[in-house]
């Protein structure tokens, strides 16, 4: 009952269909962007780390050399 009266709603508001269909693309959209910047997030904080790990290499090779 619920589905028919659905139909039959979008079949009388075509701009209710327009507006659904781009909540939708603009949804899927973000989701995408979203995605992306977590990906670059993810990127950033392997190079920090790997930077991080370097550095600290570096700092116990030279105080072993102090030693």
Known sequence: MF?????????????????????CQNRHLISKYLADTKKIFNLLISLVLVLELNFLKGFIKLASKCN
């Open 3 to 23: 589905a028919w009266y659905l139909v039959n709603y979008r079949a009388r508001n075509p701009k209710e269909n327009i507006m659904v269909e781009k909540n």
